[in-house]
């Protein structure tokens, strides 16, 4: 681009091609006309490669429909949208855009979302950017898998920095986010934070009942959150309704570290010192532990049975060279009440030989 374009009385360019738009430093403007769109990548534009241009005064900044592959580089998009209805997004993501990277875009004061990444786009990268200060989330994943936001500054949101609704395998790693939470909800599934610095604020688990009756009332599964820190005024992790939680090696500096509301979470290398039962649930304290099953001639023992043994419920199954390698939950704070106690003690299983065993005796070889 030789110079910035617009006001545009409603769009303002469309990409039909593979082709590299470079803005060369220039902006593109439009007149806040509804509907309108800043730059467009159609189906057909997959694999272009857009960078260093602005994006304002559109109701969609950037909006990729249906593309692949496409490229964002050095792209700010901000001031989009109708702020007084709370209509408009940044970077739009929409039919199905999949595999595209978002790499150093700047996305801020957007009257709704900041990046919007809808239904089935699966597997972008939003990397290295700035997303803060949207009308309502900075980010919002939306029925779709395997994308992934890294390396990023997330600041203060209308509502959450990071929302992820009924999404699955949706990565965030590295990344800085301040003044408003990480929203898991949902039917949102093997949801990973890993290495993130949370500051005046925490991460949210919540169980939400859908307008669409087939899908009906979910909670999130399987979410781990590894290393980093949370720093807030409120609970580090909270969590209504959520299943299989683990919550690794992360520093909890808040007022409460842990709330738990018909929920259950695993703390490896957490102290669990400030639980809030804001319901039913448990807090599980474990440490991760490998141990071989071996027979009293010191020959391994294949797909060994570790079950609980007050309940009778499988934990593990070692594997062909009889080793297990996994948690073992060695206390535990119950709710409602708070009350802390030992975890029940093991039973090891195979072929009719039994062993019960505490948790600390699970390590090295373990004889049947």
Do not use: W
């Amino acid at each position: 681009m030789p110079a910035d374009l617009g006001p545009c009385p409603e769009h303002g360019l469309r990409v039909r091609r593979a082709v590299l738009l470079d803005g060369d430093g220039h902006v593109v403007r439009g007149s806040g006309a509804p509907g309108s769109r800043g730059i467009q990548v159609d189906g057909q534009g997959s694999g272009a490669r857009i960078r260093d241009v602005a994006v304002t005064g559109f109701e969609r900044g950037l909006r990729l429909v249906k593309v692949e592959r496409v490229r964002l580089e050095g792209v700010a998009a901000h001031d989009n949208g109708d702020v007084r209805r709370k209509v408009g997004y940044g970077i739009d993501l929409a039919g199905g855009a999949s595999r595209n990277v978002l790499e150093r875009v700047q996305v801020f004061r957007n009257a709704d979302e900041g990046i919007h990444v809808g239904s089935a786009a699966h597997e972008n990268r939003i990397v290295d950017s700035e997303v803060h200060d949207n009308g309502r989330e900075n980010v919002y994943l939306l029925r779709n898998h395997g994308n992934v936001l890294a390396r990023s500054t997330i600041g203060s949101a209308g509502s959450a920095a990071v929302y992820v609704k009924h999404a699955a395998r949706t990565l965030l790693e590295g990344n800085t986010i301040t003044g408003a939470p990480v929203h898991v909800r949902g039917d949102s599934r093997d949801t990973r934070l890993v290495d993130n610095v949370l500051r005046d604020t925490g991460v949210v688990l919540q169980r939400y009942r859908d307008k669409d009756a087939k899908i009906g009332l979910r909670a999130p599964a399987a979410t781990r959150i590894e290393g980093g820190r949370i720093a807030g005024p409120g609970a580090c992790v909270r969590l209504e309704g959520a299943t299989a939680t683990v919550v690794e090696n992360v520093v909890l500096s808040c007022p409460e570290q842990i709330s738990v509301d018909e929920a259950v979470v695993v703390l490896v290398g957490v102290p669990p010192d400030k639980v809030r039962c804001a319901g039913t649930g448990r807090v599980e304290s474990a440490r991760r532990v490998q141990a071989r099953f071996v027979d009293a001639d010191g020959r391994p023992l294949a797909r060994v049975e570790l079950r609980g043994a007050d309940d009778g419920v499988v934990l593990g199954v070692g594997d062909a060279n009889g080793i297990y390698a996994g948690l073992v939950v060695e206390s535990l704070v119950e709710c409602p009440g708070g009350r802390s106690r030992a975890a029940q003690p093991l039973m090891v299983r195979f072929e009719g030989r039994e062993r019960k065993l505490t948790p600390a005796e699970l390590h090295g070889d373990v004889r049947l």
